[in-house]
């Protein structure tokens, strides 16, 4: 996976995030520091404010799952995304998405582990 930069969400600001491919039914996935069957990693800092909390919601082609993982990150160190998710239904494509509230903060997401504060 790498980081791309998605279209502009509700409030009108850019959001990052990953795309996934071929999802299955019934499989756990979550976030892991580990890379092994079903582990998606994600690493996030910020910029813009002392800390902010991140959430990462999941696009599908009929269904948006919210708030499947969260991270209270901190300015200027990479912070490692907690959470999960099962789905319903396959999905050939996926949005992983990672949005907060605070409009002077710009988010910063890794595939890759990077040092950590």
């Known amino acids: 996976m790498r980081p791309a930069i998605f279209g ?4 009108g600001f850019y959001t990052p995030g990953f795309l996934l491919k071929n999802l299955t039914v019934g499989n756990f996935y ?5 890379a092994y ?3 998606i990693t994600a690493w996030i800092k910020i910029q813009g404010a002392n800390s902010a909390l991140i959430r990462a919601s999941l696009k599908i082609e009929n269904r948006t799952y919210n708030c499947i993982g969260t991270v209270l990150a901190k300015n200027g160190c990479w912070s490692f995304l907690k959470g999960g998710f099962v789905l319903d239904s396959p999905s050939n494509l996926a949005l ?3 949005q907060q509230r605070k409009r002077a903060v ?3 997401v ?5 040092l950590v504060c």
């Open 106 to 108: 710009t988010i910063h």
């Open 37 to 39: 069957s079903g582990a």
């Open 8 to 11: 502009e969400t509700a409030t």
């Open 30 to 34: 979550c976030f892991s520091r580990l």
């Open 96 to 98: 992983l998405l990672f």
């Open 110 to 114: 890794s595939d890759q582990q990077e």
